[in-house]
């Protein structure tokens, strides 16, 4: 078994109020200042997100991209993009980004913690890493939407740490006591 380099998985979500993250390709919703703190709160640390939801979106600057895929015919086109077919190796791949320092984020050399991996999305994804996150980064959408796709509930062993206001949204911040070992994945 391979022992995957010292990483605390962080999970960043929008939802709704029925746990809906996306439809049709896109979420059912528009908030800039969700956006502005999502991508400020991501920025500069390595992230880990599906194809699908990785095809839907702009890039994001100054982050490490690993895609998980099942298509181990994608390669890198970019220094700052990297596919990965299992999500051991995307872990692996993401905690070598962060322990580079290059993609620290405001980790880098704060203390003994590890460098924080944001995981992005989207379902599937989200279901995969959410038993081995420390924490969860969820803007709670004020609004009830159709969607197609969802994110898990959060069980008992998840406890809120603290919750942000903001118009149409709240940015509420769980932790998880006992997070799965990565070296389960």
Sequence with gaps: MTMIPDTELVLVVAADENNVIGLDGGVPWHYPEDVRQYKNRIAGHPIILGRRTFESM????????????????????SETVEYATTPQIAVEAAARAGASG???GD????????PVTYVIGGEAVYDLFLPFAGRVFLSRIHEHNEGDRYFPDLGAEWTELSREPHDGFDVIEYEQASPRPLDDL
């Design 58 to 77: 702009k890039p994001i600057p100054d982050c490490y991209t690993v895609v998980l895929t099942s298509d181990d015919r994608r390669s890198a086109d």
């Design 107 to 114: 980790s880098a050399g704060a203390d003994s913690s590890p």
């Design 102 to 104: 290059a993609f620290a």
